[in-house]
């Protein structure tokens, strides 16, 4: 097991910088998750852990040795891509012996390891297969079997599920979990998939444009964003984005003119709104936290027009069109009784608002919440 630490990490090609200058540090036995839309650069943050590209500057430690001129063999660690990269002329059990036999490991090794992986992921029986005669999950575990193989210090997953069927990627998952709990080796995952993200990682990496947006427990991160890019990729739906100006009212309370309907500031976020009265500011509200008004309660009620009704099983979507005109999602209980075009009060949560900085982004409530760190 090892812990891995980047410095001020920079990966350039030509002109385009693909990795920013972040600085992230994994704890030993951790499941961390870099997250983040296609182009982010996830992924070559992970080819440059795994030796894959050379660093144009910057420092990555994996335990207490620098790395960055060693070469991928040389580093102990072990990747599972995208695309499994077996070799189809192999066996099951010749896919996972290989790595072992290039490193000269004694056969008495390989065998026993060989062993112990198929029955840990429960391949036994498909040992002497050709990887064209197993099924996609089959092949996946194959994947995984030889990276577990090598006993390597860090293991590091390139989206690994991205080629599954929907129910088989919940499954795996599972499996994931279960597999870190069992082996306690250090995992770097690389996804865009926030569901992946969330349910997998001790803490996640929140990335866009080649740069670490924030970094947390993964709860964490999604109830206390650091910034409206955070609050926006994170959750489905994404949270809800309304603008307006913030006043002081005739008692003095803190209100946003949301042109035509007023929205009520709590008096908790005073403080940290206190400097931007007269100037425009962004609430920021999850769907989920988003109420039919039915107990009569009129703090933060907002009258709106049903547009469209999406069922979902667990949960039924609405998209709403405030008085003001602006457009947003409420996620209420699937046996509400709402049909398109009808008018609807909603109340917002106010334990679960967010105020942003409609010009940089940044959250204006954050610095109220603490950061938390992976507990591994």
Same mark, same amino acid.
Do not use: W
């Given at each position: ?228 890019? *955070? ?11 309304? =603008?307006? %100006? +913030?006043? &002081?009212?005739? $008692?003095? @309370? ?51 027009? *049903? ?11 609405? =998209?709403? %069109? +405030?008085? &003001?005109?602006? $457009?947003? @999602? ?47």
């Amino acid at each position: 097991m090892a812990h891995v630490e980047l410095n001020e990490l920079v990966k350039n090609f030509n002109d385009v910088t693909a990795v920013d200058g972040i600085s992230l540090d994994i704890p030993d036995e951790s499941f961390t998750v870099l997250v983040g839309p296609s182009g982010c650069g996830k992924t070559t943050t992970l080819r440059l852990v795994a030796g894959l590209e050379r660093a144009s500057d910057g420092e990555i430690r994996i335990g207490d040795e620098v790395v960055n001129d060693r070469r991928a063999y040389e580093r102990d660690i072990a990747m599972v891509f995208q695309n499994y990269a077996l070799y189809p002329h192999k066996t099951v059990r010749g896919n996972m012996r290989f790595g072992l036999e290039q490193h000269d490991t004694p056969e008495d090794v390989i065998t026993e390891r060989v062993s112990e992986a198929a029955k840990l992921l429960q391949i036994e029986e498909l040992l002497d297969r050709k990887p064209s005669e197993l099924s996609g999950g089959q092949q996946q575990r194959v994947a995984l079997g030889r990276a577990i193989v090598r006993d390597p210090a860090v293991f590091l997953m390139d989206e690994p599920l991205s080629n599954l069927d929907a129910k088989l990627r919940v499954q795996m998952r599972a499996e994931l979990n279960k597999l870190h709990e069992e082996l306690s080796t250090t995992t770097v995952y690389v996804t865009h998939d926030q569901v992946e993200a969330m349910t997998l990682a001790d803490q996640i990496a929140v990335m866009d444009g080649g740069e670490i947006q924030q970094v947390g427990e993964p709860t964490h991160v999604y109830t206390n964003p650091r910034n409206m890019f *955070v609050a926006g990729f994170l959750g489905s739906p994404s949270m809800n984005f309304i =603008e307006g %100006t +913030l006043n &002081t009212s005739s $008692s003095g @309370k803190f209100e946003l003119d949301l042109g035509g309907e007023t929205h009520d500031v709590p008096d908790e976020f005073a403080a940290d709104l206190e400097d931007y009265v007269g100037e425009r500011v962004v609430l920021g509200i999850r769907p989920e936290n988003i109420a039919l008004n039915q107990d009569g309660v009129p703090a933060n009620v907002h009258p709106a027009t *049903v547009d469209v009704v999406e069922p979902q099983g667990e949960k039924t979507v609405l =998209e709403v %069109t +405030l008085g &003001t005109g602006q $457009s947003v @999602k409420a996620a209420v209980a699937p046996d509400s009784a709402v049909e398109m075009g009808d008018s609807v009060n909603l109340r917002f949560d106010r334990d679960s608002l967010q105020y942003f900085d409609p010009q940089t982004g940044a959250s204006l409530t954050y610095d109220s919440k603490p950061e938390q760190k992976a507990i591994v």
